[in-house]
């Protein structure tokens, strides 16, 4: 079937050269806050930094040191800062951690539990005959980042395992984040999307999106994603610092930091938790 977005590779070609503007290596700065990065998973936008301020505000009062939160512009991007010093910690999807663990050794700290048995949720209109993976064909359908772990790698994996071939089968796009997909579903401009099932949850109880205007039809298997890695040559004592003052989140105290990084507890990550991600990355050129 003739496609008329992006292929795959063309997109991941392209956002390899992608940097987030005026992000530094720290040598270069000087500067004394510790920097910590997130992937634009739900939209890289002034607006979302400052909703994170009771984040930003918690982590630095643990830490003892000022803290500052920066949000890059792409997912690809935040690996990159990384790896040049830009970012001493990052919030990384189990598709970015494995590629910047692979490029630059980062050091993975902790997850969310949830992190340990993760999903990514097909949605179409309700109204919609589309009700298993095999209904796909000839179809129009969304991904979010291309580097996205439930936005884009697992599902794609999933549609092949479901007898879909997402370069013959189907006509998708990039709407480079997971709000932008279940926005895209809902207004009929794509047929159906996956997306991170967390964020589809939020924007449901936050009533950014209407559930009787659309439905899931496909959830996948569980699978590790989200993780918070430090860079390769920071040191043990910031590492610790940070990693347990997520460990010491807790109901209800803290209950809106928890709200903002969509969890109810934090566990340690361990890098061998990422070896079957790591083989569908490479199956699928992803890294």
């Given amino acids: 079937m003739p496609k008329s977005s992006p292929r795959r590779s063309d997109v991941l070609a392209s956002s390899a050269a992608l940097l987030v503007a005026g992000l530094l290596p720290a040598r270069a700065r000087g500067a004394t806050a510790i920097r910590l990065g997130m992937i634009p998973d739900a ?30 512009t792409n997912y690809n991007a935040t690996v990159e800062a990384l790896g040049n010093g830009s970012l001493d910690f990052a919030y990384l999807g189990g598709l970015t951690y494995v590629q910047a663990h692979a490029r630059y050794a980062v050091v993975p700290l902790v997850q969310r539990e949830r992190d340990r048995h993760f999903h990514s949720l097909f949605i179409t209109q309700s109204a919609a005959p589309i009700h ?7 179809k ?26 997402p370069e013959r089968n189907i006509k998708y796009r990039f709407t480079g984040n997971h709000p932008a997909t279940a926005k895209a579903v809902q207004a ?22 209407d559930k009787s205007k659309v439905r899931v039809f496909y959830t996948t298997p569980p699978f590790v994603d989200y993780v918070w890695a430090a860079r390769k040559d920071l040191g043990a004592r910031e590492r610790t610092a940070l990693a347990e003052a997520f460990l010491a989140l807790r109901e209800p105290a803290d209950a809106k930091v928890l709200e903002i990084l969509r969890g109810k507890a934090f566990v340690r990550a361990d890098d061998a938790e990422y070896d079957t991600l790591r083989g569908v990355a490479r199956k699928l050129n992803m890294m």
């Fill in 140 to 165: 129009s359908f969304a991904f979010g980042d291309t580097n996205s772990t439930s936005g884009h790698l697992m599902p794609y994996y999933y549609m092949e395992k479901g007898g879909i071939d």
């Fill in 132 to 138: 298993a993976l095999r209904d796909l064909k000839g």
């Fill in 43 to 72: 939209g890289a936008t002034q607006v979302s930094v400052d909703q994170k301020r009771p984040l930003r505000d918690y982590l630095a009062q643990k830490i003892g040191r000022a803290v500052d939160l920066i949000v890059p």
């Fill in 188 to 209: 009929g401009i794509v047929d159906a999307g996956a997306l991170d099932q967390s964020v589809f949850q939020a924007m449901v109880d936050a009533g950014q999106i």
